[in-house]
């Protein structure tokens, strides 16, 4: 696999930052004497499922849109997505007075569609699996010229998911690890560029559904492997690795964690009793990580990117 | 009626404030701007949702706690509690090395049981009615010999409830009004001692479930009145007003705004969606009092007390 494109540095991803703050929030840092109990670690909860919009999709969507250039906005942002990022894009195209179609899958929870109608966005409907996605993506693109706005395949979406991980360095430089959910890679991989040129001794794991596991078997085989099924509860993990994210994964992870529904939604009940959050399972599942391999985590202060908190809350897992 | 005691003093609760703050939170204040817009006005929630033991309850219990003797302490600590109280009352005293044992109604939800369990107490069932919770009691203090900790009609129990608007003033000392939840008296009561010694001009609110009215009754008439019924989904707010509380939510007190099981619900939702915060109804009752009296708070800065979290995730009210 070639690189067509240079990894996000730190200071690209400063000047991310920069361009983004006044659209959104520095989410806290929360912390739980009785999960450091649970874990035997030192737990230091990135909460971006308080951020703009829900997720910290934000971050990348405001860092691309604030670059396209006017014609560019003139002719309509698209995009696919589970929601969050159909959400924030939404947001940021509204923002800047253009118009935004998502394609979104037609099992997407009603919380997820609100957020994108609420945020401007129009709907367009497809199949849950990344086959139709694609498809009806093109179409679109194909139909209506307008400009692709990738929900992680985009070195801008990558740049500005790093700022996450940025701010929770910032607030904590002396953590030894950060565990990020993993789905398509913009928040890993923007994680690793930002955490490990901050920190070249810090460890990064990536959090990954059992039930797909693409990124897990594409480290594992060299090269990016497809998801057979996604029968997973985290909707906002179920998209491929891509092409401009694998790369930065491969080169830089200390490991992808994959974990079990079951671990998913306990530890997400474990964090709504005892953090009194709410955090989406696609957030939860770092959590769960850290729960699984102890081993790893034990003694350790440990960062977790809760990515998202929005949850539909008439269909809940439990 | 003739008060048996002085109304506590902003100098009292200061002084509680630094006996208890080793053993509590310092929670923090959350504004949301689409609750904001919602509203019409400006709202700082202060979170002991977050608190320990989920609830603004340990501010009141450790205050007493600590100021018991050690031939107090063994003779065991009682109270009878909807829950977050006995969960409080349960830390404190497991703290000091004593024993708890709370009169609890039948109908309290398991992560309330849960709650007192895990904090060293043990529970004494009771019918949900207050007569049952009263005579139970007495059996329980009369056969032992344990000194009661009442959850609200106590002094030193008013007196820590008091500081949990201190810290709300403390960071933002420009509110115009605060809302509290009035069940038994001891928040509303130590809210309104600490705030308006703080800010003479201040407006305090207290918002109570129409299920069980007998504050705003009891305000209508000069005289303590009884609940007829306590159907309300607000298991925090079933208690009656204490002759220790009541003489100074008649005092001080702006009004007591009564709010419809339908608008409690409502309001509990929309700070889960919006905020992605858990509370309790009996906290989210602020939200919805103020967002059914806007002519009162439009426009105005408005402290609104989130006095807990905890919730049983298995019966939610939607």
Chains 1, 2 share one sequence.
């Not at 307008?146 to 801008?156: I, T």
Request: hydrophobic share 35%; charged share 25%.
């Amino acid at each position: 696999m070639t690189l067509n494109f240079t990894m996000p540095t730190l200071k690209e991803i400063q000047e991310a930052h920069n361009r983004i703050s006044p659209f959104i929030h520095r989410t806290p840092v929360l912390t739980n004497s009785s999960l450091n109990e649970l874990s035997g670690a030192e737990l230091y909860f990135k909460c971006d499922n308080f951020q703009k919009a829900g997720s910290f999709k934000i971050r990348g969507a405001t860092n691309t849109v604030l670059q396209l250039t006017q014609d560019e906005l003139d002719r309509s942002v698209a995009t696919s997505s589970s929601g969050n990022h159909g959400a924030a894009l939404s947001m940021a195209v509204t923002n800047r007075g253009g118009k935004t179609k998502v394609v979104m899958p037609n099992n997407t929870s009603k919380i997820k569609v609100n957020n994108v109608e609420r945020n401007g966005g129009k709907i367009i409907w497809c199949e849950p699996e990344q086959a139709s996605r694609d498809t009806v993506l093109k179409a679109l693109l194909d139909k209506t010229g307008a400009v692709l706005v990738h929900p992680y395949n985009d070195e801008r979406i990558v740049t500005g998911q790093g700022t996450a991980a940025k701010e929770l360095l910032e607030d904590y430089p002396e953590l030894d690890v950060i565990v990020s959910p993993v789905s398509g890679g913009g928040l890993l991989g923007g994680t690793l560029c930002s955490a490990k040129e901050m920190n070249p001794d810090i460890k990064v794991y990536g959090a990954e559904p059992a039930e797909a596991d693409d990124a897990y078997r594409s480290l594992q085989s060299g090269k990016i492997e497809s998801n057979e099924t996604i029968n997973t509860i985290c909707d906002g993990l179920r998209a491929q690795i891509g092409t401009v994210t694998f790369p930065i994964i491969k080169e830089k992870v200390d490991g992808i964690i994959t974990v079990t529904e079951v671990d998913i939604i306990d530890s997400m009940r474990i964090i709504w009793e005892r953090m009194k959050i709410i955090v989406e399972p696609s957030s939860s599942i770092t959590l769960a990580a850290v729960l699984k391999d102890k081993e790893v985590f034990t003694g350790k202060k440990v960062g977790l990117i809760l990515s998202g908190g929005n949850v539909d809350l008439d269909h809940l897992p439990w």
